[in-house]
T-cell receptor, first 113, second 113 residues
Framework: NAGVTQTPKFQVLKTGQSMTLQCAQD?????MYWYRQDPGMGLRLIYY???????DKGEVPNGYNVSRLNKREFSLRLESAAPSQTSVYFC????????????FGPGTRLTVT | SQELEQSPQSLIVQEGKNLTINCTSS?????LYWYKQKYGEGLIFLMM?????EEKSHEKITAKLDEKKQQSSLHITASQPSHAGIYLC?????????????FGEGTQLTVNP
């Protein structure tokens, strides 16, 4: 099992450019998440998908869109990147039900100049 | 304000010393998850606590959830350089089997040899 995989690992964008971060999991989990991690702010939820076909906003959804392509894949799109979106992005997945941990991908380090 | 407060924000200890990290909420925690993150990497799940008064140990790391289920502590005995990293607590803040976790800001641990 690869677990949760993310691509790319690093990316540099210019302000205004767009890009899609890819995430896939092979654990047959229903729920998937996108977080951003900034110094001193912990993990903040951007969007999540409780099941295939559904997506919901988290704490910081502005400037992002998501697509739950199928049960395995959950992508995060930045339509017009801004310097404030410089961050480390983590994808995670979780089995449905109580008391199951989230499994995290290795992260994508994004810099917007 | 953060729903989950972690303290301290950072900690520097000498190898061999014991240390404690706290995670506090003003609300009942229905599941409390401890993760460790090494710089530049994803989060690794350590332990999950669900019952008031519960305590779990893995190697030299012990986590407890208080009786009121509003605070958890992570205790490391005889710290080693391999314990260095960022420790994050995450929690189910609702009783229903919702899929969202709320995370604290993290505690940066440095262990000097």
């Amino acid at each position: 099992n690869a677990g949760v995989t993310q691509t790319p690992k690093f990316q540099v964008l210019k302000t205004g450019q767009s890009m899609t971060l890819q995430c896939a999991q092979d654990m047959n989990h229903n729920s998937m998440y996108w977080y951003r991690q900034d110094p001193g702010m912990g993990l903040r939820l951007i969007y999540y998908s409780a099941s295939e076909g559904t997506t919901d906003k988290g704490e910081v959804p502005n400037g992002y869109n998501v697509s739950r392509l199928n049960k395995r894949e959950f992508s995060l799109r930045l339509e017009s990147a801004a310097p404030s979106q410089t961050s480390v992005y983590f994808c995670a997945s979780r089995r449905t039900g109580k008391f199951y941990e989230q499994y995290f991908g290795p992260g994508t380090r994004l810099t917007v100049t | 304000s953060q729903e989950l407060e972690q303290s301290p924000q950072s900690l520097i200890v000498q190898e061999g010393k014991n240390l404690t990290i706290n995670c506090t909420s003003s609300k009942t925690l229905y599941g409390l998850y401890w993760y460790k993150q090494k710089y530049g990497e994803g989060l690794i799940f350590l332990m999950m606590l669900q019952k008031g008064g519960e305590e779990k140990s893995h190697e030299k790391i012990t986590a407890k959830l208080d009786e009121k289920k509003q605070q958890s502590s992570l205790h490391i005995t005889a710290s080693q350089p391999s314990h260095a990293g960022i420790y994050l607590c995450g929690a189910d803040m609702t009783e229903t089997s919702g899929s969202r976790l709320t995370f604290g800001e993290g505690t940066q641990l440095t262990v000097n040899p």
